[in-house]
């Protein structure tokens, strides 16, 4: 029996585009790893490092990103990115802010 091909943990039109719209913003990937938006799942700093060098500079990742943020774009789909809010005992909680992409 084969070993089995690893599953990209990646979500190219969720992850990507959430990965990519963060760090355009100006957020550091320490931040994003402590959930500053929120993923398909949690990344390590590491896999955030890895995912955006290879967006960048792997030809096939990025190519293949590139079209499905396209494609996630030009369909108007709706994504929720959570907020930061600080409840009454001063822990930050989040909650769910709707964005419409067709106006980004």
């Known amino acids: 029996m084969g070993a089995l091909a690893p599953v990209s943990p990646w979500i190219p039109e969720d992850d990507d585009f959430i990965l990519k719209n963060a760090v355009e913003a100006g957020a550091s990937l320490e931040s994003l790893a ?31 990103a590139a079209a499905r943020m396209i494609e996630f774009e030009r ?6 990115v959570p907020a930061d ?13 709707p964005i419409n992409l067709e106006t980004m």
């Open 75 to 80: 369909n108007g789909l709706t994504k929720c």
């Open 34 to 64: 402590k959930g500053a938006v929120q993923f398909s799942r949690r990344f390590t700093v590491r896999e955030l490092q890895n995912r955006c060098h290879a967006l960048l500079y792997d030809p096939v990742i990025s190519a293949d």
């Open 85 to 97: 809010n600080v409840n009454e005992s001063g822990l930050k909680k989040r909650k769910k802010i």
